[in-house]
């Protein structure tokens, strides 16, 4: 079972991965937000079912102790998929404010009707 | 007095969920169900004149159960297929640099600002699309990384969203 684990573990790797070269490949601040939310929350998912599967089984073979650790890593897992977006709004909102423009943008609405 | 009371109960169940196997009254001891009922009276006092600016009687509905096995339904359905696909967008785009952004505006028609919320927190983690500011009316300004035309329909941006976060929420 631990398979599992390491399979879950894998994945989640991959996608953080991919938000961390993301950073490096986009133009501008909006952009990178996207590889910033999206892979950053299904990669710690991933990472988080990963503790949760470990946990359970650990668990079930007669731990007691693991089970606030599977309830706890549940808990972080909804917070994070409740923060993380909305701290990129905050983000991505605070950036347009301060007057970043989106590079290569073919519209911005935004702009034209704040201006 | 109905502000305190959501923020008490709400933060007494996540202290709950926090500590529980602790002891044996149910799943608690008795020390840290007085812990708990004491730092939940204590951080509802003081949030509570935060908690009751938002606060009205449509609040109250999303006691009703229906609500939340729609939402589970979301959740784990469209949600994380959604979620899902938007990682492999992501993963596409980073590995070709293929990009066509843009900030669209979408009439939302919501009545209310949880399903704003839901709605902007849906969008910024499904394919292409991340919600940069709120307009009047309860719009929102999008920022999407592939636009495929310059004044494109609220489907065409949040697929079935809209129709889920009213569902949800209304």
Redesign the interface.
Known sequence: MSGVVYALLGIGLFFQFMGAIALHRFPDVYTRMHGATKCTTFGSMFIYAGVIVYSALRWMSGDAAYMSMALHTFLVMVMIMVTNPTGAHAIARAAHRSGVKPVNAVVDMLKEESS | MAAFTVAFVFSLV?YL??????GSIFLWSSSELAAGIVLSALSAALTSRLTGRHLSFHSFTFLNPMRWIIFAAYAFGPFLWN??K??LD??Y??IT?R???????IETGLKNDGGL?LL??SI???P?T????T?PGRSL?V?C?N?KN?KPEPEEVCGSFIKWARRITE
């Open positions: 996540l969920i926090l500590t529980a196997g602790s979620l899902t938007a990682n992501v993963a785009r980073v640099g990009i066509n952004p843009g900030i669209v505006k919320a902007a927190n910024t983690l499904t292409g991340l919600s940069v500011d307009g300004y920022h990384i636009l310059r």
